[in-house]
């Protein structure tokens, strides 16, 4: 089946912990109280007037005061350790919850070392490193506000937001990026055999006939495997059986 591919850069991920992000939150909740009660009490003595003591209005001031710095101090922190595109969502509350409780996950993408995007990724798709699971599309939230201390490259954020892995997690993922489109086929799994350090797919050139041909790309798809060169739109590509056509090969040609 004819399709075409956005072009992508292969990264890798891991599932984070939203322990701190939800001790931070609950900081700048009991701060945020406690600066609220302060300054209700300071505004009641400043509106006695002569009637409030002095040094009871400027305690009352300077409590305030502490409040107000505990609570930036907190919210400042917050925003250094999971930036902007996170701590800005007006559902942060609700989505902390759904990530303690593993209903999401929250998942930071690091490009490899000395490796950069052309562009901004518009998506990106993650996967279990072990086990056959398809690679499925994750919410880009967007550029992650630290730099990894091995990789030292480009890091985003994203979240899965069903069957979540737990946290430590490693994962593998794709970033999506602007571009002109990718040309080429989608095809069963079971099409693509490996062979010393190529990849191939038979076509059948007769009735009793095989040809093995190299491909040049074999991306995993959610469906299948996406595949360039080698093939064309009218090819019958072996779709069951393409392994023991290349054992038979390999025995014709006194392999092993």
Do not use: C
């Not at 931070?24 to 409030?52: H, V």
């Not at 209005?57 to 505990?70: G, H, I, V, W």
């Not at 930036?83 to 490009?111: I, M, N, Y």
């Amino acid at each position: 089946e004819p399709m075409e591919l956005k072009p992508e850069t292969k990264a890798f991920g891991r599932v984070l912990d939203a322990a701190p992000l939800a001790t931070l939150l609950a900081e700048i909740q009991t701060a945020q109280s406690s600066l609220n009660a302060t300054a209700k009490e300071f505004e009641r003595l400043k509106s006695l007037g002569e009637n409030a003591s002095p040094r009871s209005l400027e305690t009352a001031e300077s409590m305030m005061k502490r409040d107000q710095a505990a609570l930036e101090s907190a919210q400042a922190r917050l925003l250094a350790s999971w930036g902007k595109p996170l701590t800005s969502r007006a559902d942060l509350a609700t989505l902390t919850r759904s990530l303690l409780t593993q209903e999401a996950a929250l998942v930071r993408v690091d490009l490899p070392a000395g490796e950069t995007l052309p562009s901004e990724p518009r998506a990106v798709r993650i996967a279990l490193l072990t086990g056959d699971a398809s690679p499925r599309e994750a919410e880009l939230l967007g550029t992650a506000p630290t730099t990894d201390p091995q990789a030292q490259g480009q890091a985003f954020l994203a979240l899965i937001r069903d069957h979540a892995p737990p946290s430590g997690t490693t994962l593998a993922a794709w970033l999506v990026t602007d571009g002109a489109a990718q040309r080429g086929f989608r095809l069963p799994r079971t099409a693509v055999v490996q062979y010393e350090s190529g990849l191939f797919v038979f076509v059948q050139t007769g009735d009793t006939k095989f040809e093995r041909k190299r491909i040049e790309t074999a991306k995993s798809q959610r469906d299948g495997v996406f595949v360039t060169g080698g093939v064309a739109a009218d090819d019958r590509v072996v779709m069951t059986g393409a392994q023991q056509l290349l054992s038979e090969e390999l025995k014709g040609a006194g392999g092993e």
